[in-house]
């Protein structure tokens, strides 16, 4: 069975542009979460996603933002970025009736 | 205060040794409990999840959580230099869906 997918592996931006972070999860995953994990922040809830509506927010500006297809995969947005936007974005699917969330290999956000 | 407080080591032990990580949590109202393994540069890997109170066992490792004492542990037996990585503890609440992570503790095994 394919894990989580995320794309790209790297993304170099500058100060002010957009970046779009995708996932894919697990074949049969409806909920897709997204995490941001900065240097010395740890591991801070973004985003969750279900059945194509937003679910719930973590306490992040509004510049971040996604959304859920109906193949389920999901696209995180970060506009405006700042240069402690730098940070691994990872992506996790749960299965249905569980609360196991299992995570993508993740994007290195890097703001310059 | 963090909801979830866990050391970051970093911790360092011999081939074969018993690891004991531990976490604590303030919120009474986490449900379930999990222990997740990260390799460097690499995405978080769940390793156990737990749902009560009491011993979980999975191979060579036992997840436990203690919910009177708001406190939650992994054990590692017969730890092998592949074990080298960060352990996060995780916690959620029924509905809220999110995770709430601990920090997270650098594990080195020595050979």
Redesign the interface.
Known sequence: EAGVTQSPTHLIKTRGQQATLRCSPISGHTSVYWYQQALGLGLQFLLWYDEGEERNRGNFPPRFSGRQFPNYSSELNVNALELEDSALYLCASRPLGSYEQYFGPGTRLTVT | QKEVEQDPGPLSVPEGAIVSLNCTYSNSAFQ?F?W?RQYS??????LM?T?SSGNKEDGRFTAQVDKSSKYISLFIRDSQPSDSATY?C?T?I?G?????????TRLTINP
């Open positions: 379930y999990m997740y540069r690499k995405g978080p890997e769940l999840y749902y996060l995780a959620g029924q809220a869906q999110k995770l709430v992570f601990g920090q997270g």
